[in-house]
């Protein structure tokens, strides 16, 4: 890394606050800022810095500011430098125009550290961004029967939570970042009987630690330095509907015991309140952590966990069901045709292959933002492997040569990573779970179409260790 201490960020920006808050939030990993108020003044920084600029970040909605411009200028002077523009999550033709002109990556407001980090550092390693691309966040939300995956363990998930969604227990998913928590979170709210009322989304690892209780739960006019206005907290705000609680290890413990004394009472009490207020809130939480293991260690309640672990999910990484890649890939490109300034493409076997054979560290979010960006660049009628450049290499690459299990196309594995057969056991209980999966839970259907009888059902359950997922 050598100069991370000293790298230098550029901020085209005529917000000042906003300048502010990135700035502070790229020091935390080293950057240093430096800021201008159009493209002109930026190119004239460019030119005059003591330091050379190692990253362009811009908001291409500052008034009088052309981002297409401001790319187009960048370019011709300084063809490697890196740009990442930030834009409103819904001006998906503005970031389609500045992709096109040159820019490297962008962000969607209101901006999180955590992605604003990732993004700079994917830029600056010429990385393809792991960050939830604009396709997503306007995409239409997915019941139960279009979530696209058949592989046997994310099916057996699905039909765990199709099953919880009808009850206000709270839900536990648990699942590494980008594999489609909050997809699965949106399908359970709206198969449950809250579906006509809201569910409200908050990202606890995004909130400052002071911020997290009046985030959660309110604050009255003038309970705290700064408290110039009553506020509404999450909870609140969906009464009679869902609360998905994303990153929910990140909780500071003091917010922690809150949550869980709302969870025992169903009582919220604003900061500054003088009496708590009932609120009836279905909770499901989210973490790319193993909880227990946070318990284990000491950073997390042991009595909030269980709690919130009345059902638990796990849902399985992308690298784990390449059968599923294909057929995800096709969902994703479809939706992203949808998108203002875009079009529909297909895409070729090889290009396939290449997807399929890729490791996906950034799980379905980033072969969505990988997808979105060849979409976005592309000149032909269908992506080819040339239009992943970045996953070529790496694929390419000594350590990433490792070819996946093979599987059919129901996504059932028959080989080990030695190469060698699985045992039959382990095969029919896949199939199993992915007949419990495909067929929502409904066990008579799965036994039928199994054509063996529900009680020989039941017992090859209990004989293979996966009555759970009935």
């Not at 000293?6 to 808050?21: H, N």
């Not at 908001?59 to 890196?82: N, Q």
């Not at 523009?85 to 970031?95: D, F, G």
């Not at 592989?151 to 536990?172: M, N, W, Y």
Request: with cysteine.
């Amino acid at each position: 890394m050598g100069r991370d201490a000293t790298r230098t960020l550029l901020l085209i920006d005529d917000e000042p606050a906003q300048s502010r808050l990135i700035a502070a939030m790229a020091s935390r990993a080293g950057w240093r800022t430096i800021t201008a108020p159009d493209g002109k003044a930026a190119l004239q920084a460019i030119a005059l810095a003591a330091q050379p600029i190692d990253l362009v970040l811009f908001d291409c909605w500052a008034p009088e500011t052309d981002g297409e411009g401001i790319i187009a200028a960048i370019r011709r002077h300084h063809p490697d430098l890196p740009l990442v523009m930030i834009t409103a999550r819904t001006s998906v033709a503005a970031a389609v125009t500045a992709m096109r002109a040159g820019a490297t990556d962008f962000l969607v407001k209101p901006i999180a550290a955590d992605r604003l980090l990732a993004a700079l550092d994917a830029a600056m390693a010429g990385r393809v961004g792991e960050l939830r691309p604009m396709a997503e966040k306007i995409g239409e939300r997915l019941a139960f029967d279009e979530i696209v995956g058949s592989a046997p363990e994310f099916r057996a998930a699905l039909a765990i939570a199709a099953k919880a969604a009808r009850a206000r227990v709270p839900v536990l998913i648990e699942g590494e970042s980008g594999v489609g928590k909050e997809v699965i979170a949106h399908a359970i709210h709206a198969a449950s009987p809250r579906e006509r009322r809201p569910l409200i989304a908050i990202n606890c690892g995004a909130i400052s630690a002071n911020l997290v209780e009046s985030e959660l739960f309110g604050h009255e006019r003038g309970a705290f330095t700064g408290a110039f206005d009553r506020h509404i907290g999450k909870f609140q705000d969906a009464d009679g509907g869902t609360l998905f609680l994303d990153e929910v290890g990140e909780l500071p413990f003091d917010a922690q015991v809150k949550l869980l004394r709302v969870l025992q009472t169903g009582e919220i009490q604003p900061i500054g309140a003088r009496a708590p207020r009932q609120v009836d809130v279905r909770v499901i939480a989210a973490t790319n952590r193993t909880l227990a293991d946070e318990v284990a260690a000491g950073r997390f309640r042991e009595d909030l966990y269980y709690r919130l672990n009345v059902v638990q999910l796990t849902i399985p990484p992308l690298r784990d069901r390449p059968g599923d890649i294909p057929a995800l890939t096709r969902h994703l490109l479809s939706r992203i045709a949808r998108q203002p300034g875009l079009r529909g493409l297909g895409i070729t076997d090889e290009a396939l292959r290449l997807l399929a054979g890729y490791g996906w560290p950034g799980n379905v979010r980033q072969l969505q933002n990988a997808l979105f960006r060849a979409a976005v660049l592309c000149e032909g009628h269908a992506l080819t492997p040339a239009d992943f450049p970045q996953i070529a290499h790496e694929a390419a690459a000594p350590a990433s040569r490792s070819a996946p299990p093979l599987t059919n196309a129901a996504g059932v594995t028959l080989f080990e990573p030695n190469g060698h057969m699985r045992t039959l056991e382990a095969i029919e209980a896949d199939i199993i779970r992915l007949a419990i999966g495909h067929y929502h839970g409904r066990m008579t259907e799965v036994a039928r179409r199994l054509g063996i009888g529900r009680s020989t059902l039941y017992r090859k359950l209990g004989e293979l260790g996966i009555d759970h997922a009935a």
